[in-house]
C-alpha cells in the first residue's frame, strides 16, 4: 500500500513538473475580414487568432492579392491607407474595428498582419463590392400567387357582369 501511494506520488510530481515546462504553445496564425465581401463606404473588422500574447504588431491593407511566400503568407499589390497598430491580447487575440472603407475601389484586396517579436503573421484575402442588392425568393412567389388572386377576382366580375 506504500509503494503504491509512493509511485503514485513520484507519477503526480513527474506530471505536473512536464506540464510547467511547456512553455508557451500557440495555435497557428489566423485572419478574418467581416463582413466579407465588404460594401465600399462601409466599416470592416480584422480578427487575429493564435499570435503571440501580450505582443504588438501591425496590421495593413492591400489592394491586391495573398501570396505565399518561403516566410509564409504575404500579400501583393499596392498599400491602402496607413499600417494599424494591433496590441495582442493574453490569449493571442486581437481585434481592429471600424476600418472605413470609404474610398475604396471594387475588386480584391488584402489584410496582413504580423507581432514584432516572434514574426509570427498572416494574410487574408477579402472583397470590396458596389451596393448589394438583395434577393428576394419570397418576393417573386408573393407576386404570382397575387397576380392569380387579383386573375380570379377579375375573371368572377367580368362573367357577373355578362349574365
Not at 484575402?125 to 387579383?150: D, N, Q
Amino acid at each position: 500500500m506504500k509503494r503504491a501511494a509512493l509511485v503514485l506520488t513520484i507519477i503526480t510530481i513527474v506530471a505536473l513538473t512536464a506540464t510547467l515546462n511547456v512553455g508557451n504553445v500557440h495555435a497557428a496564425e489566423t485572419l478574418t475580414v467581416s463582413p466579407n465581401p465588404v460594401v465600399a463606404g462601409t466599416a470592416l473588422t480584422v480578427t487575429g487568432d493564435g499570435f503571440v500574447p501580450g505582443d504588438a504588431g501591425i496590421l495593413q491593407l492591400y489592394l491586391g492579392s495573398v501570396h505565399t511566400t518561403a516566410f509564409g503568407p504575404d500579400c501583393v499589390g499596392s498599400t491602402v491607407g496607413f499600417p494599424m497598430t494591433i496590441s495582442v491580447d493574453g490569449f493571442g487575440h486581437f481585434v481592429v474595428s471600424g476600418i472605413s472603407t470609404t474610398g475604396f475601389s471594387v475588386g480584391a484586396y488584402c489584410a496582413y498582419a504580423y507581432d514584432f517579436d516572434s514574426s509570427a503573421q498572416d494574410s487574408t484575402a477579402f472583397a470590396v463590392t458596389t451596393t448589394i442588392i438583395p434577393e428576394y425568393p419570397l418576393g417573386l412567389t408573393l407576386l404570382a400567387i397575387f397576380m392569380i388572386l387579383a386573375y380570379g377576382v377579375i375573371r368572377r366580375k367580368t362573367i357577373t357582369k355578362q349574365k
